[in-house]
């Protein structure tokens, strides 16, 4: 059992009530990560609002019969009308013909996050659905039934048609989801659980489909991940400068005062503090480190930096109507658009993944020097502990860190947006298209592979610390006690490295606990 397992098997969880309120990118998390339970405000006043759109409807197609993607086809096909004895039909038609996505599947975390976030668009009020579905939605997240839904296929408008067509037939009790850890058939789950399979009314397989659920799920997702990214980068920098013997003073206030962005400065901050430079000595042998100590804080403060404006367009987004068409059930209006189009999702997933990758390409630079002895001041070669007599047969992390240099270089080619590359698809009707949902896959993988650097140097790190504790240049009562405090949490699950040993289940380790955030770093 985890750490983290541990950690929300003895806390009471919490509820996250979807009523149209605002959300943030935590309460998607929480529910995510199976730390919240989503729950759908039973209100009168609010469920009777959710119900006016679909009653609008209705009467608008007694009364003038024509309304697009009810009695009409979808897209380019807008132009086709359906008749009215096929209307009911049509809703299963376009998630069927969507059927078709491709490659991996989401993880049953990315999947929560998915129905989540659907839902808070759904809840606004403004798609003309009923009541019921958004019930139908609740239940997936409460009885932890999650559609499987593969990641390729959509371009990012109208939205994530594709990978949301899972949800809809799901809803009707179709295809297949994840229950209990196993693959199942919806139809035998509901079954199993006596959930009536919704027969979707008109408009209602467009308003699930036609949205940014997927990109603006993964981007809450992204976004925790990042954060901490940011804070364990900067504890990690303060490691290796100590481990290097660094000039401490590369990140004091007064120096940071004359060049004031917000997120840089507080980087520089953790990393002084770290440093307990008040009683560090002062090394004037050598004034300036080289740039991947130096300039820590102006790279790892460039995403610090971007966070703030990231939360808003994730934020903003998760909490829109981004279907089309809009249905304004108290107004009486159907207003047509694109909200479906996720460029802001795209554009904060492309610039995530660009800072993110910096982050481990400072790292890599970082553990370069680590255990080089041209640049190591005194280290021994790739930080092996290994007693002199056997040194010379031991590599210490000398393989970690060439596998760190093939993850940072992968995290590399990732950067270039996805956003650039929009495709005039579905006969030129989708003729410019956002990419997010590509951009935010993209930002995921890129975070995964940076958490490996990551994961690769806080080892090397604090063994590079360990090293200079038991040479004796260093006590450990000099190091500040957040610094301290890490030290003793890697040693828990990181045996010190004297003879060379495979390190590929430590490192597995080290990457999990990262992605749990189970480190404390910064308040």
């Known amino acids: 059992m985890t750490a983290l397992t541990r950690k929300k098997n003895n806390t009471a969880m919490s509820t996250t009530v979807f009523s149209g309120q605002f959300k943030t990118i935590e309460d998607i998390v929480a529910v995510a990560q199976q730390q919240s339970h989503a729950v759908l405000s039973d209100d009168a006043a609010f469920s009777q609002r959710i119900n006016k759109g679909a009653s609008f409807l209705d009467t608008l197609l007694k009364e003038e019969g024509l309304i697009y993607g009810v009695t009409t086809g979808y897209g380019d096909s807008c132009t086709t009308s359906i008749p009215e004895h096929l209307v009911e039909q049509l809703p299963t038609h376009l998630y069927t013909f969507h059927g078709c996505g491709l490659g991996d599947v989401f993880s049953t975390q990315q999947t929560r996050a998915i129905l989540a976030t659907r839902l808070n668009s759904l809840v ?39 990978p949301l067509s899972y949800i809809a037939a799901v809803l009707c009790g179709e295809r297949e989801v994840i229950y ?14 006596h959930i009536s399979p919704l027969k979707l009314r008109p408009k209602e397989g467009l308003a699930i489909m036609n949205g940014t659920a997927v990109m603006t799920a993964l981007a809450c997702m992204a976004y925790k991940r990042a954060e901490y990214l940011c804070q364990l980068s900067s504890r990690i920098t303060a490691l290796c400068s100590i481990a290097i013997k660094g000039n401490a003073y590369h990140f004091d206030e007064l120096l940071f005062s004359v060049k ?23 090394h004037d042998s050598r004034l300036q480190d080289r740039y991947s100590l130096r300039c820590a804080p102006h790279v790892i403060g460039v995403l610090q930096d971007a966070l703030p404006f990231m939360r808003q367009f994730i934020e903003t987004e998760l909490n829109s109507a981004n279907d089309n068409p809009i249905i304004d059930g108290e107004g009486e209006h159907v207003l047509h658009g694109g909200h479906f189009y996720g460029g802001h999702i795209a554009f904060t997933m492309d610039s995530m993944k660009n800072a993110v990758a910096n982050l481990a390409d400072l790292l890599d630079r970082q553990m370069a020097q680590l255990l080089d002895t041209k640049f ?102 000099q190091l500040s006690p957040a610094v301290q405090q890490t030290l003793t949490e890697v040693d828990e699950v990181f045996t010190f490295l004297e003879q060379d040993r495979a390190l590929e289940g430590d490192l597995r380790k080290t990457i999990e606990l ?9 308040a």
């Not at 997936?140 to 048609?161: F, N």
């Not at 693959?183 to 789950?189: D, F, G, I, P, R």
């Not at 990262?514 to 910064?522: C, P």
């Open 124 to 162: 606004q009020g403004y798609s003309g659905v009923r009541y019921e579905l958004l019930q139908q939605l609740e239940l997936l997240l409460k009885h932890d039934i999650l559609p499987i839904i593969p990641q390729e296929g959509s371009v990012g408008a109208s939205g994530d048609l594709t």
């Open 180 to 193: 209990q850890g196993q693959k199942q058939a919806t139809a035998q789950v509901f079954k199993q659980l």
């Open 260 to 282: 004031p962005h917000p997120g840089q400065n507080q980087i520089a901050a953790w990393i002084h503090a770290d440093l307990n430079v008040g009683d560090a000595p002062r």
């Open 376 to 477: 190591n001041h005194g280290l021994p070669a790739n930080l092996t502990g290994a007693d002199a007599d056997t040194a010379c047969i031991n590599h210490g992390f000398k393989a970690v860190q060439i596998g760190t240099s093939a993850w940072t270089a992968e995290a590399l080619k990732q950067t270039l947006p996805a956003s650039i590359f929009s495709r005039s698809t579905e006969c030129h009707n989708q003729d410019k298209v956002s990419m997010g949902t590509i951009a935010a896959r993209d930002a995921m993988r890129v975070l995964q592979l940076s958490e490996q650097v990551a994961a690769a140097m806080l080892l090397a790190s604090c063994q590079g610390v360990q090293l200079r504790i038991k040479q004796g240049e260093i006590s450990l009562d």
């Open 514 to 522: 990262i992605q749990q955030q189970h480190w404390s770093l910064y």
